[in-house]
């Protein structure tokens, strides 16, 4: 069974200084923050002698308080414009399917839609 640990990353000059709230004790570092979750995986490890196969790590970057309320918003704003793109594609297909309907060339539609042929082709119903 694999067990889920919350790791905190701080810089630390040049380094990210890692620690584990829920495991006093747990502390490393890295130059890289792609390299935390590892670098805390096997500090866990190590302390509480188990394999890292069996612990799963989410390292959260903590810079200041105004840059975290930044990346908490660009966050947010990533998922908002990736749940727009879903429902301009549903849009898109269902219009789509609408203008084959009327008789429409894939040509046509795409320029109505301003798109290009080769989306069309792929919403295009068979």
Known sequence: MTKLYQAR???S???WALSVAEV????SQCRRYREAEGM?????ALLLD?????IAVVVTPHLTDVVDK???ERRRLVQELDDLQHEVGDAS???VRDMADMGLTQRDAA?????SFQRVGQLWPR
Do not use: S, Y
């Open 50 to 54: 188990v394999a890292p196969d069996t």
């Open 111 to 115: 320029d109505v839609l301003e798109i």
């Open 24 to 27: 006093p004790g747990v502390f």
């Open 70 to 72: 930044k990346i908490r």
């Open 93 to 95: 297909a269902d219009v």
């Open 40 to 44: 805390v995986r096997e500090a866990l």
């Open 13 to 15: 000059g040049d380094w």
């Open 9 to 11: 990353a701080e810089r």
